[in-house]
T-cell receptor, first 116, second 115 residues
Framework: AQTVTQSQPEMSVQEAETVTLSCTYD???????LFWYKQPPSRQMILVIRQEAYKQQNATENRFSVNFQKAAKSFSLKISDSQLGDAAMYFCAYRSLETSGSRLTFGEGTQLTVNP | DGGITQSPKYLFRKEGQNVTLSCEQNLNHDAMYWYRQDPGQGLRLIYY???????QKGDIAEGYSVSREKKESFPLTVTSAQKNPTAFYLC??????????????FGSGTQLSVL
């Protein structure tokens, strides 16, 4: 079974600065998807960014980008120009393409605080 | 507006009681999921359904039951066999793709507490 680990329970960043959230995963599969979800205080889960394992190019969505290192099984999220609205719990998630269904395996989460 | 509706927002369960959490979607999605979230932890999969009248156990199915009689609806029953039901429950749905890149849409969740 796949596992996802987020080793930083809490992180903080100054407004307008850059922060990187770490995620590692364990799998024996060669093709899969990785995701970062954001959960603000409203507790609504919001997709931030996704990465296909077979694509070498790192995904980017506006101020959010990833550093995908397939060999190291690492998938970090970089938030540039941090804004107060970025404060949330961030979850890394893995989806297998070799098992049925679209089930996601989530990490434990990183609570991000943005300081004004 | 299309989306997923979970109700109620807050639910209280008495000892030995079964309670049912509602999840309805109007996105025409084939697949639906139930996740449990405990404080300081990630989401864990309870049950999922890829098509009407079919569902599979997730990682923590014991003490829970589901049904999928309609495409739009995927209710979750927390039975008295679930000894630690206090948690935040999230329902999600997605289109059924063979590629795996489909986005999961989440509801706003139900907080279940034991009296």
């Amino acid at each position: 079974a796949q596992t996802v680990t987020q080793s930083q329970p809490e992180m903080s960043v100054q407004e307008a600065e850059t922060v990187t959230l770490s995620c590692t995963y364990d799998t024996s599969e060669s093709d899969y998807y990785l995701f970062w979800y954001k959960q603000p205080p409203s507790r609504q889960m919001i997709l931030v960014i996704r990465q296909e394992a077979y694509k070498q190019q790192n995904a980017t969505e506006n101020r959010f980008s990833v550093n995908f290192q397939k060999a190291a099984k690492s998938f970090s999220l970089k938030i540039s120009d941090s804004q107060l609205g970025d404060a949330a719990m961030y979850f890394c998630a893995y989806r297998s393409l070799e098992t049925s269904g679209s089930r996601l395996t989530f990490g434990e989460g990183t609570q991000l605080t943005v300081n004004p | 507006d299309g989306g997923i509706t979970q109700s109620p927002k807050y639910l209280f369960r008495k000892e030995g009681q079964n309670v049912t959490l509602s999840c309805e979607q109007n996105l025409n999605h084939d697949a639906m999921y139930w996740y449990r979230q405990d404080p300081g932890q990630g989401l864990r999969l309870i049950y999922y359904s890829q098509i009407v009248n079919d569902f599979q156990k997730g990682d923590i199915a014991e003490g829970y039951s589901v049904s999928r009689e309609k495409k739009e609806s995927f209710p979750l029953t927390v039975t008295s066999a679930q000894k630690n039901p206090t948690a935040f429950y999230l329902c999600a749905s997605s289109s059924r793709s063979h590629r795996g890149n489909e986005k999961l849409f989440f509801g706003s969740g139900t907080q279940l507490s034991v009296l």
